[in-house]
């Protein structure tokens, strides 16, 4: 599938303006990439327009969530603060997701003792459960580790409305960048430069 179109994935620089989520996701909704699966979610992106230079001037706190980890564990995306993080979303139904799974996994392998991997699944119980995305890591024998989002609640705070999409959180909690669509190995090693 295609990468994001944008090569250079832009930095947000902190400071000390606050940024409100919903903000935040339409201007990253920027890089997105025509490789995407809808979850049928709408959002009007108009006002998404503003210019990057205007983005890296703010700085955004990732907002906290919880989901389930395999063994149905709750955890919260703060409790994993402390390490970079890439945060990913996705669905075992969902072909661009499927196609880029093997490269971020091959990626974790290379990385993932200084970069924490929150693979988060979209498992709605409807079409895609807990099950079926377990059952899918299992027979492609990725390692990295898989979170379930069986509440919705990672995917209405983050204003998710196409997967998979990938966001970069620094060490500190704070939102660096975005990609909305499949992305390969080289996007993904520039988004995680930036939260070494």
């Known amino acids: ?6 090569g250079d994935i832009p930095q947000w620089g902190h400071s000390s303006k606050k940024r409100e989520t919903g903000t935040f996701l339409k201007k990253w909704r920027l890089l997105s990439s025509n490789a995407t699966c809808y979850i049928g979610v709408t959002q009007n992106t108009q006002e998404g327009s503003q210019t990057n230079q205007d983005a890296e001037k703010e700085e955004m706190k990732a907002p906290d969530f919880t989901v389930l980890d395999a063994d ?54 409807q079409r895609e459960t ?33 997967i998979p999409t990938t966001i970069f959180i620094d060490k500190d909690g704070y939102i660096v960048t975005g990609a909305e669509g499949a992305i390969g190995v080289k996007t993904l090693q520039k988004g995680i430069d930036l939260i070494k």
């Open 130 to 162: 807990k099950e079926k995305g377990a059952q899918y890591v299992k027979d492609q024998g990725f390692s990295f580790p898989v979170y379930f989002d069986t509440k919705q609640d990672a995917v209405s705070k983050y204003g998710i409305a196409s």
């Open 72 to 125: 149905g564990n709750s955890v919260n995306l703060s409790d994993l603060f402390g390490k970079p993080i890439v945060l990913n979303f996705w669905a075992s139904w969902c072909p661009p997701c499927k196609s880029k799974m093997p490269e971020f996994n091959e990626v974790y392998e290379e990385v993932g003792e200084d970069i924490t991997f929150m693979m988060v699944d979209l498992a709605d119980g």
């Open 1 to 6: 599938m295609n990468e994001a179109r944008n």
